[in-house]
């Protein structure tokens, strides 16, 4: 199993930028993939950015690209959201999840492809 926990969220002007942190504790590291998900209220949990277990490989949701940079650290077992030119629309709790490699599907769009998740942290933007 692993453990995470997100710190990094809080209230941000539209336009400024915030960087996320999701620590993780347990197995191995770089067993798994990561991904952000973040729900506002009212709405579904959606996909933000996935993270490759080297970090080599990201993809992003439409919305955030040319905004937001997906990247790990191993050795520091974290995984990072650097969100920049932030929209009151960006307003969300923001959720680290993770997949081990060998479970992997490839949906990687897909909330339920992933067995783990953080508490999240609260996102706010203002206008």
């Known amino acids: 199993q692993v453990q995470l926990v997100e710190s990094g969220g809080g209230l941000v002007q539209a336009g400024g930028s915030l960087r996320l942190s999701c620590a993780a504790s347990?197995?191995?590291?770089?067993?798994?993939?990561m991904a952000w998900f973040r729900q506002a209220p009212g709405k579904e949990r959606e996909f933000v950015a996935f993270?490759?277990?080297?970090?080599?490989?990201?993809f992003y949701a439409d919305f955030v690209k040319g905004r937001f940079i997906g990247s790990r650290d191993n050795a520091k077992q974290t995984v990072y959201l650097q969100m920049n030119s932030l929209k009151p629309e960006d307003t969300a709790v923001y959720y680290c999840?993770?997949?081990?490699?060998?479970?992997?599907?490839?949906?990687?769009?897909?909330?339920?492809?992933?067995?783990?998740w953080g508490q999240g942290t609260q996102v706010t933007v203002s206008s």
């Open positions: 999840a993770a997949d081990l490699i060998t479970y992997y599907s490839g949906n990687y769009r897909r909330a339920d492809e992933y067995d783990y």
């Open positions: 347990g197995r191995t590291f770089t067993s798994y993939v």
């Open positions: 993270i490759n277990w080297s970090g080599g490989s990201t």
